[in-house]
């Protein structure tokens, strides 16, 4: 495997986490990728709001 071939691997690895499915109730939302970049979690907006109102 060239360095060529790793960095091509890492980028479809990449691209496949910007998938904008929430890691909680597995939804498809924009705000996904939002959340992703500020917060670094996985999850949609509502599911945000309910973990910030209900931390458990």
Known sequence: MTEEDKIKDQYNTNINELNEICDECKKKDE??????????????????????????
């Open 31 to 56: 705000s996904v990728t939002q959340n992703l970049i500020l917060t670094g979690f996985k999850i949609c907006k509502s599911c945000r709001v309910s973990k910030i109102i209900f931390p458990i």
